[in-house]
């Protein structure tokens, strides 16, 4: 069968671009391997973290060019998550009531002070709280707490509401979506591609389509062989935790510029705790593979022993649950989003904040498939910056 565009991946990415593709009028089939959003879409905490996270600023030197464009891109993703729930019809447990980054030490403070100079030159709203401000503003912190940037946009979302929405409403322009599909090759073939994969059934099945879509996530590099493409998708193994309800207490998302920390409250009470803590992926002679990663309880009483120190009032808290999602990288942190000029017609979206920007790397890479050209530049993260991974490749 024949489509405008194939989609490979089922999660928030795929599920999104699908979305817009079938929007704009396209027919579109989505391909996923197990059900979907339960990959990483699914397993992550949920934070809409719009200011540079901790594994960005640490290394703000080697990115510098990177991110003189990465924080404009925030702005438009604020002002998507704005309207979404309006624009797919559905609650989201969404709430953006702001966020803070926290310092401790004089280095902490003065990373805080460069962050905010390259945010607020691109035109982020955030406010550096001292000591006094920031516990006028969250009493619930720690008086080791010395300083934070703020920002009014910061918040949550649920992880498990948004993805299935946004295949709904594909469904519903006329998108199809096969679940419990391995694909097994794609390749060219003229100026189509032509895609193979196993169902669950047994049945082997074939389509073609004039656009193909890489949205695999962590295992975008793994599909991109089947295509002759190095793709640098790595997956990492990541740790979040929750806590039993109690009453609600901490307002913002609350991150850290010094340690790896990432704690907000949910409407129900439980307190999420995370914040880039690593998981073991299963690995089988040499090779990561599928399936869902051990929790690491040395990184687990770390993560906790950070929130604890920043807020004293969990320390009464049981965990409730502890789980682990694997989520893709890419060796400058930033995602790939865009085409593949060796490869016409192949689009890649994976890597990144996949969450907090997932929405809309999705609508503007459809923009980019139909019109040629996004509404906002993907050029800082176009997978055309590898190229030279792949000019032997044939």
Same mark, same amino acid.
């Given at each position: ?160 509401? +948004? ?9 519903? &322009?006329? @998108?199809?979506?096969? *679940?419990?599909? =391995? !694909? ?104 990561? +593979? ?9 990184? &687990?009483? @770390?993560?906790?022993? *950070?929130?604890? =120190? !920043? ?84």
């Amino acid at each position: 069968m024949h489509y405008d565009a194939l989609v490979i991946g089922g999660g928030l990415a795929g599920c999104a671009t699908a979305c817009y593709l079938a929007e704009a009028g396209l027919s579109v089939a989505l391909l996923e391997r197990g059900e979907i959003n339960r990959g990483a879409s699914g397993q992550n905490a949920g934070s809409l973290h719009f200011q540079l996270e901790h594994r960005l600023i640490h290394h703000a030197d080697a990115l510098a060019d990177e991110l003189q464009h990465y924080v404009a891109l925030t702005q438009v993703a604020i002002d998507h998550w704005r309207g979404i729930e309006a624009e797919l019809e559905s609650p989201l447990e969404l709430a953006m009531h702001g966020g803070l980054m926290l310092a401790e030490t004089d280095e902490d403070i003065g990373l805080l002070e460069r962050k905010a100079a390259i945010e607020q030159a691109q035109g982020l709203e955030v406010t550096l709280l001292d000591a006094a401000q920031t516990q006028a503003r969250a009493p619930y912190l720690s008086p080791a707490v010395r300083a934070a940037l703020y920002c009014p946009h910061e918040g949550h979302c649920n992880p498990r509401l +948004l993805t299935p929405a946004y295949a709904r409403k594909a469904k519903r &322009l006329g @998108a199809s979506i096969v *679940t419990h599909c =391995a !694909v097994t090759e794609t390749r060219r073939q003229g100026n189509r591609w032509r895609v193979r994969g196993a169902l669950g059934s047994g049945e082997v099945c074939e389509w073609t389509s004039d656009v193909l879509v890489n949205a695999a996530g962590a295992w975008a590099m793994d599909l991109g062989r089947m295509a002759n493409l190095h793709l640098p998708v790595f997956p990492v193994g990541l740790l979040m935790n929750v806590t039993e309800r109690t009453a609600l207490f901490i307002h913002h998302l609350i991150q850290h510029v010094g340690r790896r920390l990432s704690m907000k409250q949910v409407d129900d009470g439980n307190v999420l705790i995370g914040g880039g803590w690593s998981a073991r992926l299963p690995q089988q002679h040499g090779q990561w +593979l599928p399936g869902r990663p051990q929790v690491d309880m040395a990184a &687990l009483r @770390a993560n906790l022993r *950070t929130a604890l =120190a !920043v807020a004293p009032g969990i320390e009464s808290l049981r965990v409730l649950r502890s789980w682990t999602g694997t989520t893709g990288i890419t060796p400058d942190q930033l995602p790939l989003i865009g085409a593949v000029s060796r490869a016409p017609g192949y689009y890649v979206a994976a890597g990144g904040s996949g969450f907090t920007y997932g929405p809309t790397y999705a609508r503007l890479l459809s923009e980019l498939i139909t019109r040629g050209e996004a509404s906002h530049s993907l050029a800082p993260y176009s997978p055309d910056r590898f190229a030279h991974m792949n000019m032997f490749m044939g």
